[in-house]
């Protein structure tokens, strides 16, 4: 039997984030269009003797142990399994941390998959995918492994087949920027609300045309600078620009390589921040 696995757990942006309402549960009811793309922590899971899960990241502001959701995931399948075994996870961290991203979330969904298999627990998506939910929102669609509107808390994932692909320039202006800090301050706003999802996108224009999230409305007051941002990728030549989550990193959308990579030079300029050039996948 499989000893070891190595996953490679993708970033994601947001295309489109509405929240539509406050849950009694302090949740957040969602509509999110949600992408990944090919920024990646890689995931190493090894089954050891004894019944300890170690975990081991190595980056500051992620907890190595208990505190990292990764160690949560391998315990609620090790729990489901019955069968004693440790587990040794080391998490290479390249996706920024606490940046809208979805870092933790994937790497929570990469340890789900890659113990589904090492066990071989044969649990299918959807089993996992609501183990996920109750380790964090974003963790089913990383289960998920496609292309998604995600509703409810983000546990509601629909296929979005036919989205084109885009470059991604991704910048990250190393802002302190809490979720819950986000959504404390969120004031719900009566807007009128894209009634349906296209059926069919024929290029990156028509991504841009659904592009739009809420959060910003509270982090752009805030911190300017993510609308700084903003407009200079677009000044840089991408057909449009968000900031993904509840930030602070912003992404630019762009239908060719060569442009995204002259934008990301000219950001990267500047040295506060992380810029990654990457694609949908
Ligand atoms: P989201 O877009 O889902 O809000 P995020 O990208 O903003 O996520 P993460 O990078 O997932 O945020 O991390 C948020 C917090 O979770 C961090 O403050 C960190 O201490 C904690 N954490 C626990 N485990 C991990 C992990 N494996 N990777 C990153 N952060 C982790």
Known sequence: MLQS???QAPA????RLDVIARRPDGYHELRMIMQRVNLCDQVSIKLIDGNEIKVSCGREGVPDGEGNIAWKAARALLDLAGQP??????????????AGLGGGSSDCAAVLLGLNELLGLGLSCEQLMEIGVK????????????TA??????EKLTPLTGLPPAWVVLVNPNLPVSTAWVYKNLQLTQRERLATIPDSFEDVASIC?????????????AFPVISEIKDELIARGACCSLMSGSGPTVFGLFDDEATARTAGEALRGNNDWFVAVVETV
């Open 5 to 7: 696995i190595i996953l």
């Open 12 to 15: 994601k942006v947001n295309y």
């Open 85 to 98: 075994s440790g587990v040794e996870i080391a998490i290479q961290k390249n996706i920024p941390v606490a």
């Open 135 to 146: 380790l964090g929102a974003d963790v089913p669609f990383f289960v998920f492994q496609q």
């Open 149 to 154: 509107l995600a509703e409810g808390i983000g």
């Open 209 to 221: 045309r659904v592009l739009s999230n809420d959060l910003e409305s509270v982090t752009i007051p």
